[in-house]
């Protein structure tokens, strides 16, 4: 078990470019969730996918983001013709749903986004 | 509503106990979680408790939870230096028999002086 796998760890991006994170869940967990961080704040929640399914998706993704997961294994997070307010860093978790411990989610390091 | 609040700071010396408080604002929380974090890391899970516990030890760390005030802390006992780093609170909330998402607080900033 390698734990949730974040790439890349950094980004730097200039305003109106589009960019690409990957993220590669804890394997055999079924749940994944991307979540956004902003400088002093609590991480936030913004989408997840139960297997390749996309089950919920938060206000905070406008129609200039996009999650996939296409094969219930690893997921991407898109965002088109970014912002300077979409830099933050974008952290992924995963989990088990049947864990009889309840939802425990676990971190990936993160993709820490800087748009110019 | 869901809504998580925490203390922004707390400064401890090396081996005095340390107590991160947390209130929250849901009485439908089932798991309450707390989590670590690092400067520019990401987010490790330290433990977490059940709503229908009052408490939870675990090494160092100790879990209190009074439901009726939705206060939940965490205490770590003979606190080190290596523990300074960003305390999250967190709660997931049943629903659709399922939990999903977790709401995060605001963070509390743990400074150990030697």
């Known amino acids: 078990d390698t734990g949730v796998s974040q790439d890349p760890r950094h980004k730097i991006t200039k305003r109106g470019q589009n960019v690409t994170f990957r993220c590669d869940p804890i394997?055999?967990?079924?749940?994944l969730y991307w979540y956004r961080q902003t400088l002093g704040q609590g991480p936030e929640f913004l989408t997840y996918?139960?297997?390749?399914?996309?089950?919920?998706k938060s206000r905070l993704l406008s129609d200039r983001f996009s999650a996939e997961r296409p094969k219930g294994s690893f997921s991407t997070l898109e965002i088109q013709r970014t912002e300077q307010g979409d830099s933050a860093m974008y952290l992924c978790a995963s989990s088990f749903t049947t864990s009889p411990k309840g939802n425990i989610q676990y971190f990936g390091a993160g993709t820490r986004l800087s748009v110019l | 509503g869901e809504d998580v609040e925490q203390s922004l700071f707390l400064s401890v010396r090396e081996g005095d106990s340390s107590v991160i408080n947390c209130t929250y604002t849901?009485?439908?929380?089932?798991?309450l979680y707390w989590y670590k974090q690092e400067p520019g890391a990401g987010l490790q899970l330290l433990t977490y408790?059940?709503?229908?516990?009052d408490m939870k030890q675990d090494q160092r760390l100790t879990v209190l939870l009074n439901k009726k005030d939705k206060h939940l802390s965490l205490r770590i006992a003979d606190t080190q230096t290596g523990d300074s780093a960003i305390y999250f609170c967190?709660?997931?909330?049943?629903?659709?028999?399922?939990?999903?998402?977790?709401?995060f607080g605001t963070g509390t900033r743990l400074q150990v002086t030697l």
């Open positions: 849901d009485s439908s929380s089932t798991y």
């Open positions: 394997s055999e967990h079924n749940r």
């Open positions: 996918f139960q297997n390749e399914a996309q089950l919920e």
């Open positions: 967190a709660e997931s909330i049943r629903d659709t028999g399922t939990a999903s998402k977790l709401t």
């Open positions: 408790i059940f709503s229908n516990m």
